[in-house]
C-alpha cells in the first residue's frame, strides 16, 4: 500500500509540476508581449528621433518589474541602441542575428535558456511604425523563481504522501483489528450455536464453518500434495510392500462371518455370485485381492457346496482368482445361536445406541463359543507355518483371538471391531462381558474406528478383568503378553473399482428417471442401507415428509429412493422394523403423491453395487441417517461415485464417517427440523459450492482409502511380530544350559 501512494504521489506531483512550468511560461510570454505592446509606440518614436537618452529611461522603467531581469533596444540590423545593466551577452542584439534569417527580424520570438544565474526566458519583439521597421526590444525575464516554487511542491508532495501513509496505517490497523474481532465473535456464536442451538440454527452454524473447514482441508490437501511427492499414496501395490518389507510376503489369512464372493442357485436353476451389502466387505475385499492369502466364512449361499473343492475351498474374485474362499458350514442351529441369536440379538444391540434391547440367552452363547472354536479350528488348517498373520473381523468373533492363540502361539493376531464399542457400564449388560474381553485379548492388536471406541474398550477390561492397563502406550498387558490398542478408521478401495465401471452421470441419471418414470427436472435424493433399525430408515423418511410440509415448493419435484437390502430376516425386530418402513413410506406417499409422483420409492431388495453406483451418481442428494454406525462405508462410497463433483452428502453425526467428511452436511438425524433444513440446503446448492465440498470430500476418502486402513495395520503387526521374534532370541539365550549348577 505505501509503495502504491508513493507512486501516485510522484506521479501526482510530476503532472502537477509539468503544468505548472507550462502555465508560467505562457503567463511569462504574455508579460513580455504586454510590456512590448505598451513600449511599442513611444519606443519607435525615441528611435525614429534618435533620441538614445529616451530609450534608456524607458528601459530603466521597463527593468523596474522583478520579473524582468534585463531589456536591451536594437536596430533593425541588430547593433545595439541601449541596453539595462548586466544584460547577459548571449542574448546582445549581434548574438541574435543568428535567429534572423537572412538579417529579416520575425515579429516575435520566444525561448528559454539557462545563464549563470539560472533560467531565463528571453523575448524579441519588432518595433514596427506604419510598416517601417524601426528596431526591436529584447526582453529578459528571470525564471529561476519557477524552480523555488518546483522544490516547494516537492516538499509539499512529500509532506502530503507521508501524512496520508501515515494514516492509511493507522486506518488499516483499525480496520483489521474491527475484522478480526468480528470473526472470532463470529466463531464463538457459531460455536454456540452449534453446540447449544436447535434444528435449523444448528445446521446453519454447522454451515457456517465450511468457509473456514474449506480452508483448513486446502491446507491439508496442499501438505498433503506436497508429502505426495516424496511418499506414494497409498494403493494396492504399497500394500504389497508393506506385507513384503514388514512381513516378509508372509500371507495373511481373514476370518469374517460374511464370505465376499455368495453362489446363488436362481430360480432359473443356474447359479450366480452375489456380492453382499456388507461394509465389511466392501473394505476388505480390495485388500484381499492386493495382499492375496485365505478368507475364511460362512459358507451361507444356495449353492455355495456346489462350487467348492474337496478342502471347501474356492479361488475368488470368479475369473480373477487371486485369493482363495474357505468355507465353513454351519447347522441350522448354529446359525441360529451364534449369528441370529449372540451376535444379532446380543451383541449387535449392545454395541448400537438405537435403542432395541439386547436378549441374551445361554443357549445362545453356547452356540457361539461353539462356532468360534470351529473357526479357530478352521484357520489351524488353513495356515501355513507356526506364526502366521490372521485377520479376525468382528463381533461374531470375539472368542476366536483367544483360541487361536492357544493353538498357535506364535501367530500375529489383529482383531478389528467393526461396530462401536459401548461404553464399560452399558457393556456391563453382558452376562459374559469376561468372557468376550478374554476372547479378544487373545489378539496382538484389537481395532476400533475411533478413538472413542479404544477409550471405551480400555474402561471396560479395567472394569472387568485383571490387568495392567498402560495407558501410555494403549496396551493391556495380562500375564506377561501384550495386547495394543488402536483406533484404524475404514474405507473403501480409490480409485474404486465400482466407481470406474460406472456410466457417466447424465446417463445415471436418465436411466435411474426412466426406470422409475421420474421428470426430467426431478430433484433425486437416495438412501443405501441394509434393512437394520441402526441405520434411521424411518427418521430418514420422517425428514423426507418434513421437507416436503416445510418446503411446498419441493413436492411433486422431490423423490427420495430407498434401496434397502433386507437383512437378518429371522429376526423378529427386523421383521418389525421391514413392516414399520413399509407402512411409513406408504403413509407418506399417500399424503404427497400426485398423478404418478410419489415422494418415496422403496426398493425392498438387494442391489448389487454396479445398480448401487448408478443411483448413487444419478443423485442430488445422499442421505445416510444412522442412528449409530461404527463408521458407514456408504457415505464413502458416494463420494466416490461422484467423479462428476455433483451431489450434496448429508451425513448423521452419529457415524464415524460424520468425523472425517466435515464437508458433508452433518445432521442429528432425530432432530427432523435440522434434517429437513438439511436436505433443503441441500437440493438448492449451488453446483460450485457442491464441487467444492464434494472435491474436499473425494482428496480426503483417496488418501485415506483402505489400502492406508490395512496397510497401517500391518506395519503395526509388523512391529508386534518384530518385537516377539527379538524377545524370543532373548529368552533363548538366558535359558539355563541342561546339566548345569544353576
Ligand atoms: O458393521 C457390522 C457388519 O458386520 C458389517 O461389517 C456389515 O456391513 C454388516 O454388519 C453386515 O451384516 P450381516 O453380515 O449380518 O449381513
Redesign the pocket.
Known amino acids: 500500500m505505501l509503495l502504491g501512494l508513493a507512486v501516485l504521489a510522484w506521479g501526482a506531483a510530476f503532472a502537477v509540476n509539468e503544468a505548472t512550468q507550462a502555465w508560467f511560461m505562457r503567463d511569462i510570454a504574455l508579460r513580455a508581449r504586454l510590456a512590448a505592446v505598451g513600449t511599442q509606440g513611444a519606443l519607435a518614436g525615441h528611435l525614429e528621433s534618435g533620441d538614445g537618452r529616451k530609450v534608456a529611461a524607458l528601459l530603466e522603467d521597463l527593468a523596474r518589474d522583478e520579473r524582468i531581469m534585463a531589456v536591451e533596444v536594437c536596430t533593425p540590423t541588430l547593433a545595439s541602441v541601449s541596453r539595462t545593466k548586466s544584460f547577459p551577452e548571449q542574448f546582445s542584439c549581434e548574438a541574435l542575428r543568428s535567429r534572423a534569417p537572412q538579417g529579416v527580424l520575425p515579429a516575435e520570438l520566444d525561448f528559454s535558456d539557462e545563464i549563470d544565474g539560472g533560467r531565463v526566458h528571453v523575448s524579441i519583439h519588432r518595433i514596427d511604425d506604419d510598416d517601417v521597421v524601426r528596431g526591436a526590444l529584447v526582453l529578459v525575464h528571470d525564471l529561476s523563481f519557477m524552480a523555488r516554487r518546483e522544490l516547494a511542491m516537492r516538499h509539499f508532495t512529500l509532506a502530503a504522501f507521508g501524512f496520508v501513509a501515515l494514516l492509511a496505517s493507522i486506518l488499516t490497523v483499525f480496520v483489521r483489528r474491527a475484522w478480526w474481532r468480528s470473526w472470532t465473535d463470529e466463531l464463538r456464536r457459531v460455536l454456540l450455536l452449534a453446540r447449544w442451538g436447535g434444528g435449523d440454527a444448528k445446521l446453519r452454524a454447522r454451515n457456517a464453518f465450511q468457509p473456514l473447514l474449506a480452508d483448513v482441508r486446502g491446507l491439508v490437501a496442499d501438505l498433503a500434495a506436497e508429502r505426495g511427492s516424496t511418499v506414494a499414496p497409498w494403493s494396492a501395490a504399497r500394500l504389497q510392500h508393506v506385507l513384503r518389507e514388514n512381513l516378509h510376503g508372509d500371507s495373511v489369512v481373514i476370518v469374517a ?2 464370505e465376499p464372493y455368495v453362489h446363488e442357485r436362481g430360480p432359473d436353476g443356474a447359479i450366480r455370485v452375489v456380492h ?7 473394505a476388505l475385499e480390495p485388500v484381499m485381492r492386493a495382499c492375496s492369502g485365505t478368507w475364511i466364512a460362512h459358507g451361507s449361499g444356495s449353492a455355495d457346496r456346489e462350487t467348492v473343492d474337496r478342502h471347501d475351498r474356492v479361488r475368488v474374485p470368479p475369473g480373477e482368482e487371486s485369493y482363495a474362499l474357505r468355507r465353513v458350514w454351519l447347522t441350522k442351529e448354529e446359525e441360529r445361536g451364534y ?1 441370529y441369536g449372540f451376535s ?1 440379538e446380543g451383541l449387535w444391540p449392545l454395541c448400537h445406541n438405537a435403542h432395541t434391547r439386547p436378549e441374551f440367552r445361554a443357549a445362545d452363547w453356547l452356540q457361539y463359543e461353539r462356532v468360534n472354536r470351529r473357526f479357530a479350528e478352521a484357520v489351524c488348517e488353513e495356515v501355513q507355518g507356526p506364526d502366521p498373520i490372521v485377520l479376525v473381523q ?3 468373533f470375539a472368542l476366536a483371538p483367544r483360541m487361536i492363540h492357544e493353538h498357535l502361539p506364535r501367530a500375529t493376531i489383529l482383531t478389528f471391531w ?2 462401536p464399542w459401548p461404553s464399560a457400564e452399558r457393556f456391563g449388560i453382558c452376562p459374559w462381558e469376561r468372557e468376550v474381553l478374554d476372547g479378544l485379548l487373545g489378539s496382538n492388536i484389537v481395532g476400533f474406528h475411533t478413538q472413542q471406541h479404544c477409550n471405551n474398550f480400555v474402561e471396560a477390561v479395567d472394569r472387568f478383568l485383571e490387568s495392567r492397563i498402560d495407558r501410555e502406550r494403549q496396551a493391556i498387558v495380562q500375564g506377561g503378553r501384550e495386547c495394543l490398542v488402536r483406533s484404524y478408521p475404514i474405507s473403501i478401495d480409490w480409485p474404486n473399482r465400482w466407481a470406474a465401471a460406472a456410466p457417466p452421470a447424465a446417463e445415471c441419471r436418465a436411466t435411474v428417471a426412466a426406470e422409475l418414470g421420474l421428470s426430467a427436472d426431478a430433484l433425486i435424493g437416495v438412501g443405501v442401507d ?1 434393512l437394520d433399525y441402526t441405520k434411521g430408515i424411518e427418521e430418514r423418511f420422517l425428514a423426507v415428509e418434513r421437507t416436503l410440509e416445510r418446503f411446498p415448493h419441493l413436492r411433486g419435484r422431490f423423490t427420495f429412493v430407498q434401496l434397502a437390502a433386507p ?2 430376516t429371522l429376526i423378529e425386530t427386523y421383521r418389525q422394523l421391514n413392516e414399520r418402513v413399509e407402512g411409513l413410506a406408504a403413509r407418506i406417499n399417500g399424503r404427497f403423491a400426485a398423478g404418478t409422483y410419489r415422494p418415496i420409492v422403496l426398493l425392498r431388495a438387494h442391489h448389487e453395487p454396479p445398480a448401487i453406483f448408478r443411483y448413487l451418481r444419478a443423485a442430488d442428494v445422499c442421505y445416510v441417517s444412522s442412528l449409530h454406525d ?1 463408521m458407514n462405508l456408504v457415505a464413502k462410497e458416494f463420494v466416490a461415485a461422484r467423479e462428476d463433483e455433483r451431489g450434496v452428502l448429508v451425513l448423521s453425526r452419529f457415524t464415524g464417517a460424520a468425523r472425517e467428511l466435515t464437508e458433508a452436511l452433518v445432521v442429528n438425524p432425530y432432530d427432523l427440523e435440522e434434517a429437513s433444513a438439511a436436505l433443503a440446503t441441500a437440493l438448492a446448492m449451488p453446483p460450485a459450492q457442491q464441487a467444492e465440498r464434494m472435491r474436499a470430500m473425494r482428496r480426503l476418502v483417496a488418501e485415506f482409502n483402505v489400502f492406508r486402513w490395512a496397510g497401517r495395520m500391518l506395519v503395526d503387526a509388523g512391529r508386534v511380530r518384530q518385537q516377539g521374534r527379538l524377545s524370543d532370541r532373548l529368552t533363548m539365550g538366558l535359558r539355563p544350559v541342561e546339566g548345569a549348577r544353576s
Open positions: 462371518n460374511r453382499p451389502a456388507s461394509g465389511l466387505v466392501t449369528y444379532n468382528d463381533y461374531h467393526h461396530i441394509r437383512s437378518r461404527g
